[in-house]
């Protein structure tokens, strides 16, 4: 068992419950932990055996294109498209950074983060 992480993936997206945030968009930094079986990768030094980071920073770039007005919309299908590329995954954690969010105090960043475990696939 292991961790593969992607740390502060800086993306843009235009999420949020105001009319203004879909068109304006703000700026949003993803970290990503993913724990699994990577003890066939470690031997074999093949990428197919491994947790790829880079699918699990191209799943998050690619849902931050799909507008949501809540950022646990986004997080969730993340999670959820992150389990279905990457199936040596048992348990990830994704949190969500909106920089400079529009609210009325001097804020650097809000978050929001899901930590979630694979369910046991059936049939394979």
């Known amino acids: 068992m292991g961790v593969v992480k992607v740390n502060n993936l800086l993306v843009y997206g235009n999420h949020g419950c105001l009319d203004e945030e879909s068109v304006i968009g703000s700026d949003y930094s993803i970290n990503i932990k993913a724990w699994g ?19 699990l920073a191209d799943v998050a770039a690619q849902q931050m294109k799909v507008r949501s007005k809540l950022l646990e919309n986004v997080v969730h299908r993340i999670i959820e498209g992150c389990f279905e590329s990457c199936p040596r995954i048992t348990k990830i954690k994704v949190t969500l950074s909106k920089i400079n969010p529009p609210i009325n105090a001097d804020v650097k960043s809000v978050c929001v983060s899901i930590k979630k475990k694979q369910k046991k696939r059936t049939g394979k």
Request: some cysteine.
């Open 37 to 55: 079986k990577t003890n066939k990768a470690a031997k074999t030094d093949c990428l197919e055996d491994a947790i790829d980071y880079v699918v």
